[in-house]
């Protein structure tokens, strides 16, 4: 069974920078591509960061240049380094495979992250 954990979320003030991390169980963690999707209430999940099993990786326009996402494959793990934060990055951040459905999996409960103006 799948279980995608995120972690590292919580209040910052704008300008400020947090890391989320994500921890895989249950999958071939290495084979999938994966990225970061954030959520707002009222709004649909949007993926925010990309990261290939290459390494290779693709941002939104929203995020890039701010945002940097890597992976330990070793640890079956997922990063993402938010720097510059703007309060309308204020969201639920979720980490799945992309696309999401690539998974029989449910998705996690997230982790908020909250920027101050």
């Known amino acids: 069974q799948v279980q995608l954990v995120e972690s590292g979320g919580g209040l910052v003030q704008a300008g400020g920078s947090l890391r989320l991390s994500c921890t895989a169980s249950?999958?071939?963690?290495?084979?999938?591509?994966m990225g970061w999707y954030r959520q707002v209430p009222g709004k649909e999940r949007e993926v925010v960061a990309t990261i290939f099993s290459t390494g290779a990786t693709h941002y939104a326009d929203s995020v890039k240049g701010r945002f940097t996402i890597s992976r330990d494959n070793t640890k079956s793990a997922m990063y993402l380094q938010m720097n510059t934060l703007k309060p309308e990055d204020t969201a639920v951040y979720y980490c799945n495979a992309v696309p999401p459905t690539i998974l029989s999996t449910s998705w996690g409960q997230g982790t908020q992250v909250t920027v101050s103006s």
């Open positions: 249950g999958m071939i963690f290495s084979i999938y591509a």
